[in-house]
């Protein structure tokens, strides 16, 4: 790999990680005063995806200079954990879908606002990584660009979806939203982290 697209790569997952760590503290903390089942489910989905990053990061990091072979299979490994846990957060996601509970939802605006910059810095990150991953053939690089491309679209969702119970508290209209977004969310990531892990069996 170009040394030039290998440091570029790092500081890209680095400053993707640093941006990451808040999530998990931050939504914790707006479930305080919220109890959105969309919420409770972007808490898991950030918390599970921040660690699927820093491996990804330390992997990508260790074995930028190895040799192709030794690089490949690491990338293997990583690229199943990255898939392993979108599925474990799609799974958790729908049931908490499920077994949310009906009623007050509580205060969902500091998960609206969470989820609404989630979506504009993933966006962001998602592009990056697309034009890193095409510039340098990195196997990392193209899963965490397809992990930012479905963390983008999910907190789009998730953002709708506490739009809806913020603008309608109580409604049952609220509540059918707030499941759905939950829904879409947990299938999304499912589906997403399925094919990654297919794709790695399929390399090997």
């Known amino acids: 790999m170009p040394e030039k697209n290998k440091k570029s790569g ?56 190895l040799p192709q072979e030794s690089r490949r299979a690491a990338e293997r490994r990583s690229n199943r954990f990255v898939g392993a846990v979108m599925c474990l957060s799609g799974l958790v996601m729908g049931l908490l879908a499920l077994a949310a509970p009906e009623g007050d939802k509580g205060n969902v605006v500091p998960g609206l606002v969470i989820a609404l910059l989630g979506a504009v810095a993933n966006t962001l990150f998602w592009r990056k990584y697309a034009r890193l991953s095409r510039e340098s053939g990195n196997a990392i690089l193209a899963v965490q660009s397809r ?58």
């Open 147 to 204: 992990l930012y491309r479905a963390k983008s679209l999910v907190d789009t969702v998730v953002t709708l979806a506490l739009t809806a119970v913020l603008c309608f508290p109580g409604s049952a209209a609220a509540a059918l939203l707030d499941r759905i977004g939950s829904a879409i969310v947990a299938l999304y990531l499912l589906c997403c982290g399925l094919r990654t892990w297919r794709e790695q069996a399929d390399t090997e």
């Open 10 to 65: 790092s500081r890209t997952m680095l400053l993707s990680v640093l941006m990451s760590a808040p999530g998990p503290l931050v939504e914790g903390l707006a479930l305080l005063e919220g109890r959105s089942a969309t919420q409770i489910a972007d808490f898991v989905r950030r918390t599970a995806e921040l660690l699927a990053l820093v491996a990804a990061f330390i992997v990508y990091r260790r074995t930028a200079d």
